[in-house]
T-cell receptor, first 113, second 115 residues
């Protein structure tokens, strides 16, 4: 079993739809949780980060962490064609900074105008 | 404010050769991590450098080595290249003293092709 699992997609939605992206993990020691967006031929860009369980909202993006279920989610409201990218969930069990971050395989998202 | 810069952007090498990739961290950052991203996969942690020393290492063979310089920039060296080393190599920087409030900032990577 991989440490972090993520549906690779591809996921295709119409513009304006609500998008739900999910990851499951096996290591209960993970305590920092992140979502990165990666456009083609670019490096990952940090979208959201949370510590331990709970919700965090930033504009059209909401991140949820359920440590009891080892499950994290990213919701995108009013999706735009510019949101078309690969979304990577990531997590770390380190006590300082974001050392040795473990990434999921990524979900490819296409938002159709 | 300069972000993470990596060079070169693309590289083609022959099996058995050696390669050196370079990274300059984001201004104000002192820690550099290297990741390997195969096509269609998430980045895999190679190692992390802080205060010019390797602090953590992922599951990569000794053919992968690195260095950090006093100005915090870093190099990744790969010896005896294999076809399977073909990937996007990503450098990420962070600030150690910020602990949980310094997420990784990535460069755009070096695309290495081994033929």
């Amino acid at each position: 079993q991989k440490e972090v699992e993520q549906d690779p997609g591809p996921l295709s939605v119409p513009e304006g739809a609500i998008v739900s992206l999910n990851c499951t993990y096996s290591n209960s020691a993970f305590q920092y949780f992140m979502w990165y967006r990666q456009y083609s031929r670019k490096g990952p860009e940090l979208l959201m980060y949370t510590y331990s369980s709970g919700n965090k909202e930033d504009g059209r993006f909401t991140a949820q962490v359920d440590k009891s279920s080892k499950y994290i989610s990213l919701f995108i409201r009013d999706s735009q064609p510019s949101d078309s990218a690969t979304y990577l969930c990531a997590m770390s069990d380190q006590g300082t900074s974001y050392d040795k971050v473990i990434f999921g395989p990524g979900t490819s998202l296409s938002v159709i105008p | 404010d300069a972000g993470v810069t990596q060079s070169p952007t693309h590289l083609i090498k022959t099996r058995g050769q050696q390669v050196t990739l370079r990274c300059s961290p984001k201004s104000g950052h002192d820690t550099v991590s290297w990741y390997q991203q195969a096509l269609g996969q998430g980045p895999q942690f190679i190692f992390q450098y802080y205060e010019e020393e390797e602090r953590q290492r992922g599951n990569f063979p000794d053919r992968f080595s690195g260095h950090q310089f006093p100005n915090y920039s870093s190099e990744l060296n790969v010896n005896a290249l294999l076809l399977g080393d073909s990937a996007l190599y990503l450098c990420a920087s962070s600030l150690k003293a910020a602990q949980g409030n310094s997420p990784l900032h990535f460069g755009n990577g070096t695309r290495l092709t081994v033929t």
